[in-house]
């Protein structure tokens, strides 16, 4: 009786001989690699700069407390922000809008030949 090649439980290949009639873990019944990743929106918040002289060497002085839905509305609300943020112990202030939330990528795996 000769051996042949077979998966084992972790995936690697094992011999086992020929005509031998033990059925397969049911792990590797199924070859169905699905990635399902929950997906949340991503939004825009607005940190708060102290910049030195010149607008060089800025350091985040702190967040706004709001969301932005895009770019351009948190873009669009930058000189009211900076207009309320005055106290701000620095020479010059700007402010910086920044993408957050998750963002996920969906791929598809194929089983690895071991």
């Known amino acids: 009786m000769a051996d042949a090649a077979v998966p084992s439980e972790k995936g690697n290949l094992s011999r086992r001989p020929t005509g031998a009639k033990s059925e397969p873990p049911a792990a590797l019944m199924c070859f169905s690699f ?8 991503v939004f825009f918040v607005m940190a708060i700069l102290g910049c030195g002289d010149g607008s060089v060497d800025c350091t985040e002085a702190r967040m706004v407390p709001a969301r932005y839905e895009t770019m351009a509305k948190c873009r ?10 005055t106290d701000v112990p620095y ?22 030949k071991g």
């Open 34 to 41: 699905q990635v399902e990743a929950v997906m949340q929106p």
């Open 76 to 85: 669009a609300d930058l000189a009211n922000r900076i207009a309320a943020n």
């Open 91 to 112: 020479p010059v202030i700007g402010a910086d809008c920044r993408r957050m939330g998750a963002q996920m990528v969906k791929t598809e795996r194929k089983p690895t």
